[in-house]
């Protein structure tokens, strides 16, 4: 795994910072507690794409749920399939 510690990677994430941009990554679950306190340590926003990767996959029972906006009162569409 890439070393996000080092001189070069902490500046420039501090420039991403500093010009308000995100960070995003996809690591497995695993991997975050070593990659995350790094980028975020300089002040970046750190976004973690694809749930975090995890080992097991997504739940099949999601896959089928269509979810409603946020804030409607809608229950949940469930997809056949």
Partial sequence: MEDYTTAHRQDFFRRLAARRWQVEIQRRFDDL???????????????????????????????????????????????PG
């Fill in 33 to 79: 507690a070593e990659v995350v306190p790094a980028i975020a340590a300089v002040g970046a926003t750190v976004v973690i794409d694809h749930f975090g990767l995890p080992q097991g996959g997504i739940d099949p029972a999601n896959r089928r749920t269509e979810r409603p906006p946020f804030g409607s009162s809608s229950p949940p569409l469930t997809v």
